[in-house]
């Protein structure tokens, strides 16, 4: 049974509630982290929750997949927004940013980092279009350095 303050937020908080659990469950170095009753719990939530809001657990697999996305786009865009000098204007310096930042990413995260790229879930892969979405969100400060 979902909690009484998870049942007065409004529905885009407590769909932001579970991806953010989902998140942090990936925090734990596994994949195998991410069930349904896990995020639920860290949520604060009740299963029901997630399978109302998001239909079952591939949904929610996937808003923290793109919030995944989300996550390495703003932290490539960081990398370069916190040049300064001659560096910022430097393409190869904003290349050698992107790419550390990237690395970083992986490195800081990488079960959430195994989902974005790999495919550690059998039951869950990403349509082709959303795959290609996604990583063009998050990719394109990448080819915009390299243009």
């Given at each position: 049974m979902a909690s009484a303050a ?98 970083r990413f992986a490195l800081d ?39």
């Amino acid at each position: 049974m979902a909690s009484a303050a998870s049942d007065s937020l409004p529905d885009a908080d407590i769909r932001e509630r579970i991806v953010a659990a989902g998140v942090l469950a990936l925090s734990d170095d596994s994949t195998a982290e991410l069930t349904v009753r896990r995020v639920a719990k860290l949520a604060g939530s009740s299963t029901m929750c997630i399978y109302t809001k998001f239909g079952g657990r591939t949904g929610m697999v996937e808003a923290i997949y793109r919030r995944g996305f989300e996550t390495l786009r703003d932290a490539l865009s960081a990398a370069t927004s916190e040049m300064v000098g001659p560096a910022a204007q430097d393409p190869d310096e904003r290349i050698v940013a992107i790419a550390t930042a990237h690395r970083r990413f992986a490195l800081d995260r990488p079960a959430l980092y195994a989902l974005l790229f790999e495919r550690p879930l059998p039951d869950f892969d990403p349509t082709p279009q959303r795959g290609t979405e996604a990583l063009a969100a998050a990719l394109t400060i990448l080819t915009e350095a390299v243009r």
